[in-house]
Each structure stands twice: as structure tokens, then as C-alpha cells.
């Protein structure tokens, strides 16, 4: 038995599958198979053995450019029951315009011939823009089986975030059948968009639901610098670009105010003066790593490190740095069924690991 918490040394990253093209997001289905979603449009199914399938039928067409595509995928609270499956994606436009999109479908078939059926897109970002950028996107699940959807800026004019009549630069809440909830923190505003939850979000690229309290976590890319973490409220503004701690590119001048002003919502944790793009976010509820149940796992980009929180409530109280030595971008993290954490690599050879000890 490990009487202490475990050292990082003492970790072995397992290659699950590999050969993947740009992998954004996994979801494990209740028979241990993962599902995996590329960016350029692909959804596939991992088997126990890191079998690559096919990429699945009734994926809808995507807009792959920049850092916008295929990006996240997420199993319904029921999907037991209901078999259905949300993602989201870079939604085509008119003039080459596109939109981050949340589209459901159901997957059916044998194990080795799913499909997905019955797809229909849910919730479409408004407006629509001839951006390559910023597109999100995570999806998480709240109590009610409700779902929250990171939405980028899209790198948008700076007031977009911070309006109530779009979906540029916000957190939104939906129905499963893409409503919007009626106890919406916004649904009694005039002009704003009755999907509203938060608004002021750069680029949310992580969300999870705290497994004790139901808050939702995100993680935000900032600038240079300035990325974020936050406990994400209904009808809050968490500042982008009022308030941000990250600075221009190139000039390195200020943005906005970095440090508090009312009605803006201070980060949790921020990183300065150089950005780790931080992406998937996962707590650890199992007990595969004595010492660290509990923690907040972040995937990260230009960091190229998996990152581990420890906090006290909404107290982030310690940071460590795993897989550095790997090299990899680290676009996704889950915690497996099996209790181990899981983790995707970015880029034309990417990879699942899975983190042994």
C-alpha cells in the first residue's frame, strides 16, 4: 500500500491507441470503449485492445480551420436508457462563416457497426463568423441533466463578450433538446439570448462538474498569458476583455485591468506571464492514486504538461507538473471507469495514454 501521495516519478503513461489525427475529445462508453472525436470531422470507437474503428456514420459536416472542427463529445446522464450522444463542432455557414454547434444524435447498431441516427443540431452559436479562431468547446452536465457549452470569442471585437445578445465569448445552458431552461439567469432579460448562463469568457477549452458540490470548473485560454481557472455562476461576468491579467501579442501592453472590479468574477488561479493553454479538465474521484482523490486534472497545449490541482473548496491550493517529459500537447483528460486517468495527445499522430503507477 502507498501510505503517501504518489510521486511523480513513480507514474507510467500506457499507449491505449495511436494514429490518430488531431483527437480533441474522448468519452467512455459503459462498456469500457471509448468514443473519440478528430477535428476534421471524424468520430470513432476504441475497443479494450486499441482497435480503431471506422469513422462512425451521421456525423455532420464540419468546418475544419484553425482551431475550429470536431472538437467535444459527451454521453447523456441516461445514455444507458437513450443511447444519446452530444458534440460539438464547427458548424458551416453562409460565405464561409461558421458557428460552434451542438448537435445529438443516437448511437445504434452491434458493437464493431454503430452509427449514429436520428441527428438533428440541438444549439447553434449566433452569429456566425468568418473566423478561424476561438471556437471552444467543451460540454459538461449539470444535476439536472441540463448541459453547459463553452463558447470562444471567436476573436471577435471586444464588446461581444460582454453583451447579453449573442453566444460570442459566454457559457450557455440548454435542455437536451437545445431549450433553453426557464430558471436561465438571463431568460427575463430584454434582448439577451435566454440560453445565457455566464458571459465574459475568452476561450473555454475545459469544463467539469465538481462531483460533490455540482459547480461547474472551467478552464479559459488567455492571451499572452492569463489563462484562467473558475467556479463559472449563473449569471456572473468573468471579465474578458475589462479584466484580464494576459496582454497583447507582440506589444505586450494591457488589455484591460488585471486585478478586481465590481461585478467582474476573479480567476481561481491564473498563469502568468506565459500561457500553458490549458484544455480538458477532469476531477479525480477514484482511488488509483493515493493522495491525490480529489484533485483537478488539467490538460494543457502550449505547456505541454498535465497538470494537477489540489484544492480546498474553491481554494487552489498546490500545482504540479506531470508528463513533461513527454513532449505532447495535451488536448483532453478523463477519468476512466476503470479509475485511472486518461489523457489525449494533440497533433497528426495522436494518442490516448493512459496513466499507470
Not at 4 to 29: C, D, R, Y
Not at 141 to 160: C, E, I
Not at 333 to 343: L, S
Request: charged content about 20%; overall charge neutral; some cysteine.
Amino acid at each position: 500500500m502507498w501510505s503517501t501521495a504518489v510521486p511523480a516519478s513513480e507514474l507510467k503513461p500506457v499507449t491505449v491507441a495511436k494514429g490518430l489525427v488531431n483527437p480533441w475529445a474522448l468519452a467512455f462508453l459503459p462498456d469500457g470503449r471509448m468514443l473519440v472525436t478528430e477535428k476534421p470531422g471524424r468520430m470513432r470507437i476504441i475497443d479494450a485492445q486499441g482497435r480503431i474503428s471506422a469513422p462512425l456514420a451521421g456525423v455532420l459536416p464540419v468546418t475544419n480551420v484553425g482551431q475550429c472542427g470536431l472538437l467535444d463529445v459527451a454521453l447523456d446522464p441516461k445514455f444507458a436508457d437513450n443511447r444519446l450522444v452530444y458534440w460539438t463542432f464547427a458548424e458551416p455557414g453562409q460565405g464561409g462563416s461558421n458557428g460552434t454547434a451542438v448537435a445529438r444524435g443516437r448511437l445504434e447498431g452491434a458493437p464493431g457497426g454503430e452509427r449514429l441516427a436520428d441527428v438533428r443540431v440541438i444549439f447553434s452559436q449566433v452569429p456566425k463568423m468568418d473566423s478561424r479562431l476561438h471556437c471552444g468547446s467543451r460540454i459538461a452536465f449539470d444535476r439536472q441533466g441540463h448541459l453547459w457549452v463553452g463558447l470562444g470569442d471567436r476573436f471577435a471585437g471586444k464588446d461581444s463578450a460582454q453583451t447579453t445578445d449573442n453566444h460570442i465569448g459566454k457559457v450557455v445552458r440548454i435542455a437536451s433538446d437545445g431549450s433553453a431552461p426557464t430558471d436561465n439567469p438571463f431568460a427575463e432579460k430584454p434582448g439577451a439570448r435566454q440560453e445565457l448562463w455566464s458571459i465574459g469568457h475568452r476561450n473555454i477549452q475545459g469544463l467539469a462538474t465538481h462531483p460533490v458540490t455540482g459547480e461547474l470548473w472551467a478552464s479559459e485560454h488567455g492571451p499572452q498569458g492569463g489563462d484562467e481557472i473558475n467556479v463559472v455562476e449563473g449569471g456572473h461576468n468573468y471579465g474578458w476583455p475589462v479584466v484580464t491579467y494576459g496582454r497583447n501579442y507582440g506589444s505586450g501592453t494591457s488589455i484591460g485591468e488585471a486585478g478586481p472590479k465590481p461585478g467582474i468574477e476573479m480567476p481561481l488561479k491564473h498563469w502568468v506571464p506565459v500561457s500553458v493553454a490549458p484544455s480538458g479538465l477532469a476531477f479525480l474521484t477514484s482511488e488509483r492514486y493515493p493522495g491525490w482523490k480529489g484533485s483537478l486534472f488539467v490538460g494543457t497545449l502550449r505547456g505541454q504538461t498535465l497538470i494537477r490541482l489540489t484544492i480546498d473548496g474553491r481554494r487552489i491550493t498546490g500545482e504540479e507538473r506531470l508528463l513533461t517529459s513527454l513532449g505532447q500537447r495535451f488536448r483532453d483528460v478523463r477519468q476512466g471507469p476503470d479509475g485511472w486517468i486518461y489523457v489525449v495527445t494533440d497533433g497528426s499522430e495522436g494518442q490516448i495514454l493512459r496513466l499507470e503507477r
